[in-house]
């Protein structure tokens, strides 16, 4: 297919021509029958047209006779009608002067029919529709099931032009090889790390020129400008000149003054250049840094040059038909990947999920804003102002745009208090600018509908606002962009180089919107917008009294309030200021010089609350005798250290916006992942080949960590990383700021992992402000994690969750992100109380969020998750309402530590850590040694999974857990008992998640926990309450793939006594499973009372697989289950073979009809 021509495509929308435009630019055939018809459908009397048709999928314009358009429930019963007649068919809904239109269409989607809708208004800009099109023909090749060539043809080629993955992975290869090469040709940078840098910097500028110079924005629309210029550079300066004599004259006088300011002498060197500022062109640091002694040589840009012609440049955010184009969308996952902070957790976010949380977020705020309370009918009559009609309540944000009257618009856009100017959007992991591009395309949206509105209002406020800026600016779309850049989009990032391309990503949007180069303005200043340091630490608000306190006798010394007072005018009139470089340049370092100063005592308030805490900088040392680390050394924390966090201080860099709103208005992010600690491997990897992130052997690892720890340079380094931990670790603990880290159950404590996702969501919460509105994507442990019950307890007592959908990773939606892993769309509003939420659990395509959560959402309740988890606020992953029910069935038994139980209740502990007991841990089986036995070793019902693969000195693995707890005597401990054990890591999409049974005398390492307080008769039959399919799929839908003991204890189990029905049954049956072997002899003895022999136990396949089937099926009938419930848990299991699932369900049958005793 020809590419689509955007113009003409543009036009044909603006003009409401939507005959023309699937007919001519999108390929659809003239329909057989163009006849109106009337007619009344449920009470509503609509005219409907065919407009255009392609295998059997019709267009039709509905105009209904009043005029309007109908309102969301009138269009699916409409819908629903004409589906009877034409079952593929796209619905365009019109009013009466044709200005209007809701666009309707079904999806197939998990073979269920999803209804999609999007909203059009004359007057608005065409190029946010272009794409939607665009997917919305791809929507309808989905119906042909024939295979119709037509369609399937239509199909194929929007399949193509949307194809933005496999472009995109090809040109990252090819640009990732270019700027490896491209380092090798700068000199003058002695330091690594600036030259990276560096590097990153001029390929930023030159995309960004790229774009312009495609756009025919440069010398008067020269397509090759930059080759020319380097060949130019080349016959007149001679070789390798091209950076000195010509690229600097570009970037700091180009772009950087207006062509009258410039020297003749430039202007004939650079031709036609529009002056565009922006920071993008200031000198950077390291120019400043290294000055004239960076050199450039014209091979690198003559390599550079020739891979980005290979290539279609357009800054059109619409596909097109090319195979090779790159558009900003493209380079947004080329930057993203570049930046990708592996070491942190941060990863690439797909575009559904950027727009899902801008909808979650942006839109609610204008719609609280806008909504009128609603009153009773009665009040509203007593007090007389039913006369003014019905309150204003929209429910979504098309139908507030449907509905856009002079009123609404003016309280949006006109005057001081306008809501849309003054919204605060932030991304504190900005990266590099998803969330701020996919924000800005979200208010756009809504300033579109309200242009498109204004001229038909008659309003003479709206008039004279538009008409001002259509005086004062060339391309009102320009200005409206450059606006919500300026005023609506902030960000922070660690990674100071990332905010430099989340900046000039959102540069490449804003001159997306010319169309001729004098539609060009300067480029916005928002270097005090978007901003680097580490959003997690740092001052949110700032003690006036005890700032001044800091300040000394010293009379000349502004006080905190003055400080702020001048650095806020002075952002402002930065901000609004288009002048010279020069100028630009004075001021951007003016504000720097007030930040220096005020830093200097905010990160001494800071080391004081470090030290208030208690909280000291702990040294690692290395044992050169003992050849290990050593004790570390204690010290006070010091303004270094404190200097060396990066901390950003919220309180005073954005002290405008805490001022008037005490918080932003939103926040939307995707931040890091990973748990807080040194990664040893990891920071190893650099220094040795044999050492990778796959599985090691840990007795390898610890053999190759002490031969590199021989290099004193290398054990410095880890020495200095390894130090930089601690400190931090206990701030985010302790501080009052993260008060819902750490989770407090029965009043004590629990764990010490410190996780950046869960430190971000409660950093989200500080930053917003009452009212405000987060949408984040972070792992599925916030909803299931006991480490995270702090955090839920937040959310539900201080928030109103509005939204959580769960992903697993099944299809690579984060690549390089394990495929099982699931993660979460979540949203809440700051204030309230949590009553009930949607939810959505196991999805696997990111477009689903598109209908979330109208369609294939589950309401949870706050009551059923307490009575659920009482103790941890665990939600659990209910699908639809059968989990309701099977859930409710089971709650009602007590749970494995329920206190006020007068039966048994269980105990859980775990032995050797794998990491640091690894010096006792021994290859070969050695005299006096007993197995190591790990998870991996056991499955249910059986110890002979796997061979062990270390082995203990019974001497040595005896002293190491005895000089923990007690003094030797002889006594009989843990080790030496028959145990009940079960895996502690297990994901819940594996074939089984709870695998547990009793193991022989042996020690365990933390991959296994175990319980020894239940005597031996309660081992078994716990071990098959535990083994069930019932308990198995409880567990499945609270915990992701760790098996915490706390969520063990919280299993609800039945406790049988020896005179019930089925607690023989199900002990001997559980006997003959397990003591397999000559070692269990005496456990068989003790619970049997007779003498064990292998005939009596069950080692064939068929006969163990027939006893787990009858203790499946008795366990089922114990808990209360139908046969249809139990069906429905077997189900839930689909890697577990189906003839062991058809077992199961015929036990079930067999015990209802006495079968099995």
Known sequence: MAKINIDKTRKALQSFDFKTLFIEELGWSNPV???????????????????????????????????????????????????????????????????????????????????????????????????????????????????????????????????????TKKFFREYQTQFISFIDFIEGIDNEADKHWYASVILNR????????????????????????????????????????????????????????????????????????????????????YKSKIKIKDDAFENLFALFDSYSWTLDDTPGGNDNEINPDVLGYIFEKYINQKAFGAYYTRTEITEYLCEQTVYKLILDEVNEPEIEPELLKKSGLDKYGKAKHYTNISELLLHLDASICKKLIVGENAVLPNLSLLDPACGSGAFLVAAMKTLINVYAAILGKIDFLGDKKLIEWKKEIEQNHPSINYYIKKQIITNNLYGVDIMEEATEIAKLRLFLALVASAQTVDQLEPLPNIDFNIMSGNSLIGLMRVDEGEYNKHQGADLFKKSYRELVNQREAAIRAYKSFENTNENVQIKKESIELLETEANDILNIMLGHEFNNLGIQYEQITWDDKKNKEGKSIKRKINLSDIKALEPFHWGYEF???????????????????????????????????????????????????QTLMEDKSIRAEWLKYSSNYNHLREYFRFSPQYKNQVPIIDGKRHGKDVNLYKLFSEQSFNLLKKGGYCGIVIPSGIYSDLGSKQLREMLFENSTVTGIFCFENRKEIFEGVHRSFKFVVLSFEKGGKTQSFPTAFMRHDVEELANFPQFGSINISLDFIKKQSPQ???????????????????????????????????????????????????????????????????????????????????????????????????????????????????????????????????????????????DYVTQFYCASMLSSFVIDWFIRQNVTTNINMFYVYQLPVPRLKLKDKWYKPIVERAAKLICTTAEFSDLWEEVMKSKWSEKLVATQEYERNQLRAELDGIIAHIYGLTEEEFAYILSTFPIVPQPQKVSSQNAYRDVLNGIIK
């Not at 946010?128 to 295979?147: A, H, T």
């Not at 080349?234 to 207006?258: M, P, R, S």
């Not at 932003?664 to 992130?693: C, G, H, R, V």
């Not at 007991?917 to 056991?938: C, H, Q, R, V, W």
Request: aromatic share 12%.
């Open 872 to 1014: 941890s606020l665990s939600v659990m992953e209910v699908k639809n309402e059968m989990d309701f029910i099977i859930a409710n069935k089971l709650l009602k038994f007590p749970t494995l530590n329920d206190a006020n139980n007068k039966n048994w209740v269980i105990e859980l502990h775990r032995e050797f850590n794998m990491t640091d007991d690894a010096p006792l841990f021994n290859k070969t089986s050695l005299k006096n040694s007993l197995p190591l036995y790990e998870g991996k070793m056991i499955f249910n019902y059986t110890h002979l999974l796997a061979e062990p693969k270390y082995w203990i000195k019974e001497s040595e693995g005896r002293k190491a857990l005895i000089k923990h707890r007690q003094e030797d005597d002889g006594q009989i401990i843990g080790y030496q008992k028959f145990r009940l054990a079960y895996r502690s890591v297990a994901s819940n999409t594996n074939e089984r998640t709870m695998v547990c049974t009793v193991i022989p005398p042996a020690f365990t390492g933390n991959s296994l926990n175990v319980s020894e307080n239940l």
């Open 206 to 289: 030159l995309m960004f020129i790229y774009f312009l110079q495609k756009k025919l924005f440069l010398d008067n629309g020269n397509g090759n400008y930059l080759s020319d210029k380097l060949q130019y550079s080349k016959d007149q300066f001679g070789k390798n000149k091209f950076y000195d004599t010509f690229l600097n004259k570009l970037f700091f006088e180009g772009f950087a003054k207006a062509e009258a300011q410039r020297d003749v002498a430039t202007n004939k060197l650079i031709g036609k250049i529009k002056y565009l500022n922006g920071g993008l062109f200031l000198e950077h640091k390291i120019e400043k840094k």
């Open 655 to 705: 002290s405008e916006i805490f001022r008037k709103k005490n918080g932003f208005d939103a926040i939307i992010t995707n931040p890091p992942w990973e748990t807080f600690q040194p990664n040893t491997k990891e920071f190893l990897m650099k220094f040795s080949k044999t050492i990778s992130k796959k599985k090691m052997d840990i007795k390898d690892f610890v053999e190759e960590f």
């Open 33 to 167: 029958s163009t006849k109106t018809v009337n007619e009344t459908i449920k009470e509503n009397t609509i005219s409907r047209k065919p407009i255009a048709e392609l295998a059997g999928a019709v267009v039709f314009e509905i105009s209904a006779s009043d005029g309007s358009i109908p309102e969301p429930k009138q269009r699916a019963v409409i819908a629903k009608e004409i589906q009877k007649l034409h079952y593929e068919n796209v619905l365009i809904f019109l009013d009466k002067d044709r200005t209007q239109s809701i666009w309707h269409w079904r999806k197939n989607q998990d073979k269920k029919i999803v209804s999609r809708e999007h909203f059009y208004i004359k007057g608005q800009p065409g190029d946010l529709f272009i794409s939607k099109i665009s997917s919305l023909v791809f929507d309808i090749s989905e119906f042909d099931e024939e295979g119709n060539i037509p369609i399937a043809e239509v199909a194929s080629r929007i399949k193509s032009a949307l194809d933005i993955e496999r472009v």
